[in-house]
């Protein structure tokens, strides 16, 4: 998720359209600044990676996910 704001530990983050508040208290090591993006996991931010590694991710995750819709289906990915 890309950061947009922030406030002390907690960042407001955006990704795919979605909007959530993030915790940055895990990453106090090496502090993330808006415009960052980081992975989120169960609310907390727990890296800053790069927007390449990020849509990266985002590929991955949503090939996963046309995966299970294709498998719960009975249609091959791709053609849900």
């Given at each position: 998720m890309?950061i947009?704001e922030?406030d ?13 508040t993030?915790s ?7 502090p993330?600044?808006?415009?960052d ?5 169960t609310?907390?931010?727990l890296?800053t990676m ?5 849509a ?5 995750y ?9 498998m719960?289906t009975g249609q ?5």
């Amino acid at each position: 998720m890309r950061i947009v704001e922030k406030d002390g530990f907690n960042a407001r983050c955006e990704a795919k359209g979605i909007s959530r508040t993030v915790s940055l208290f895990l990453m106090q090591h090496e502090p993330p600044e808006v415009g960052d993006f980081v992975m989120v996991h169960t609310g907390y931010a727990l890296e800053t990676m790069t927007e390449a590694e990020a849509a990266t991710a985002w590929e991955l995750y949503d090939e996963m996910l046309a995966a299970e819709e294709a498998m719960a289906t009975g249609q091959p990915a791709g053609h849900a």
